[in-house]
């Protein structure tokens, strides 16, 4: 007897990551012959640097290839609390007893709303935000309260709306700076004055901070900088941007020590450890700090001239509503001109200039600003370039300006 698949109410409301299916039909477009230029991914197009490369191989050749703790291997839990410990006094009592190294920052926020939040609770989400974070609260059964940010600040939110969307079933908030899609960046002020509101409602903060060392104006702050207190705040980060490390799948969380223990046995029943050998390639990572600067500062420089040579291509559009991102490495513009009327204005651009022109970006309803879209400027600059100057090519086709 067969039996037909029905999804179980777990996954009801989940959807495949869009940024993902891009890629995807990029690859599948590639394969067929197409020259596609991919301005869809979030991934550094830089190697990892040869330093991690080694030090990660040599712990392998070294016997590195067996199950460690499940909160991940002590070396790299100091070195992360030291470099917490930097960011100034609320931060001055992180232990290593704090932090759960998880299989990339991805889990570790899944295991940030998996033990904090639950059926009836709403979370607050600025949008426009990473598509993930609206399913993985989904997926924690919890119900992801979309916050939209004003465009004259860059679709960045206030503490003000950010209270005007609260409601009694409020218990968390997502935070992410500089953030995916817009390549906005918070200001410390802005900061403060959001983890103030949270601290005064007993919020729980995830403060998502993978691209914090990609901002071209020093590094992004913290929210463990800006934070009143640390009792109610988890912080994400990991190697994966900053250190050209997407594929290595080292994140961790920092947060209270009752709220790492219950992530820590989630955990361990969910995916254990991260493996052995990258952890050690992360602890060069963080440790070998000369090393790691040097890599990050030529990676951030090439981002920087990469933003700056499209920046002079979208400014021969003027009338081209795009946010200047100060962090990241994403354009997000607003297309909704090209198509009036069109409820979904950013799909219909993304299908036109991938199917038409070549160049594959992410439509804006993947982050719930349906007349927006994204595209990635971590690709070669000729071919940042390249595949710019077709978009804004086609926009001004199909408005006349």
């Known amino acids: 007897m067969s039996v037909a698949f029905r999804p179980s109410e777990n996954i009801a409301l989940l959807r495949e990551s869009a940024t993902i299916a891009v890629s995807a039909r990029a690859r599948a477009l590639k394969a067929e012959g197409r020259a596609i230029i991919d301005l869809g991914a979030g991934e550094p197009d830089f190697d990892t640097p040869a330093f991690i490369r080694d030090a990660a191989a040599a712990a392998m050749h070294a016997g590195?290839?067996?199950?460690?703790?499940?909160?991940?291997?002590?070396?790299?839990?100091?070195?992360?609390?030291?470099?917490?410990?930097?960011?100034?006094?609320?931060?001055?009592?992180?232990?290593?007893?704090?932090?759960?190294?998880?299989?990339?920052?991805?889990?570790?926020?899944?295991?940030?709303?998996?033990?904090?939040?639950?059926?009836?609770?709403?979370?607050?989400?600025?949008?426009?935000?990473?598509?993930?974070?609206?399913?993985?609260?989904?997926?924690?059964?919890?119900?992801?309260?979309?916050?939209?940010?004003?465009?004259?600040?860059?679709?960045?939110v206030t503490a003000d709306d950010l209270a005007r969307a609260a409601t009694p079933r409020t218990r968390g908030l997502m935070l992410n700076s500089p953030c995916n899609p817009t390549g906005a960046v918070y200001s410390a002020d802005e900061l403060r004055a959001i983890l103030a509101l949270a601290h005064e409602r007993g919020w729980w903060v995830i403060s998502d901070e993978i691209y914090r060392r990609i901002c071209y104006e020093g590094d992004a702050p913290s929210a463990l900088q800006a934070a009143p207190g640390r009792d109610n705040l988890v912080v994400v980060d990991g190697v994966a941007k900053a250190y050209a490390m997407t594929g290595w799948r080292v994140g961790w969380s920092i947060a209270p020590l009752d709220v790492t223990r219950a992530m820590t046995a989630f955990?361990?029943?969910?995916?254990?450890?991260?493996?052995?050998?990258?952890?050690h390639g992360a602890v060069a990572a963080l440790t070998r700090r000369a090393e790691s600067e040097a890599a990050i500062a030529g990676m951030v420089a090439q981002y920087r001239e990469r933003r700056d040579a499209a920046l002079a291509v979208f400014a021969t559009a003027p009338h081209l509503p795009l946010v200047r991102p100060a962090g990241a490495f994403y354009f997000y513009f607003d297309v909704s001109a090209a198509f009036p009327g069109d409820p979904d204005a950013g799909s219909t651009f993304a299908k036109r200039v991938l199917e038409e022109h070549g160049v594959a970006i992410v439509p804006g309803a993947a982050f719930k600003t349906p007349d927006w879209v994204r595209a990635s400027y971590a690709a070669p600059r000729d071919v940042v370039v390249e595949g710019i100057t077709r978009i804004v090519a086609l926009y001004r086709s199909l408005t006349g300006r």
């Open 267 to 279: 955990q361990s029943h969910a995916t254990f450890h991260m493996a052995s050998m990258a952890q």
């Open 64 to 156: 590195a290839t067996r199950y460690t703790a499940t909160e991940g291997i002590l070396p790299l839990r100091e070195a992360v609390a030291a470099m917490a410990r930097e960011y100034g006094p609320v931060a001055a009592d992180v232990t290593a007893r704090d932090i759960v190294i998880s299989n990339g920052s991805k889990q570790s926020i899944f295991n940030a709303c998996f033990v904090l939040f639950g059926p009836g609770d709403e979370v607050l989400v600025p949008t426009p935000s990473w598509t993930s974070y609206y399913e993985i609260v989904q997926l924690a059964r919890a119900t992801p309260v979309p916050v939209y940010g004003d465009r004259a600040r860059d679709l960045k």
